[in-house]
């Protein structure tokens, strides 16, 4: 069992910068594959970025590359997400994930077998 805690989330005005944390507990993070969502109101459940176990590869969505950075310590058992350039359209809640090793696609949320509580991030205009 893997309890993830999502931080960092809170209200920006557009072009701002957020950092999200996500703290791991129960089992070493190294484990894992990770990866970062987000849902807004109304809306389907969208993949962010990805990151494999070791950080050695990097997955991001096309709206996102370039303005959103995915990094990892898994000395500290932690995944981060850092948000630059902010829109109003990047409002969401927004949670991290974990995904078992060959247990598919990065970009497809029902491969991550944990997810945190998630954390709301607001941007205004």
């Known amino acids: 069992q893997v309890q993830l805690v999502e931080s960092g989330g809170g209200l920006v005005q557009a072009g701002g910068s957020l950092r999200l944390s996500c703290a791991a507990s129960?089992?070493?993070?190294?484990?894992?594959?990770m990866g970062w969502f987000r849902q807004a109101p109304g809306k389907e459940r969208e993949f962010a970025a990805a990151?494999?176990?070791?950080?050695?590869?990097?997955y991001y969505a096309q709206s996102m590359k370039g303005r959103f950075t995915i990094s990892r310590d898994n000395a500290k058992n932690t995944v981060y997400l850092q948000m630059n350039s902010l829109k109003p359209e990047d409002t969401a809640v927004y949670y991290c994930?974990?995904?078992?090793?060959?247990?598919?696609?990065?970009?497809?949320?029902?491969?991550?077998?944990?997810w945190g509580q998630g954390t709301q991030v607001t941007v205004s205009s």
């Open positions: 994930a974990a995904k078992p090793p060959y247990s598919g696609d990065y970009y497809y949320s029902s491969n991550y077998g944990y």
């Open positions: 990151i494999s176990w070791n950080g050695g590869s990097t």
């Open positions: 129960g089992r070493t993070l190294s484990n894992y594959h």
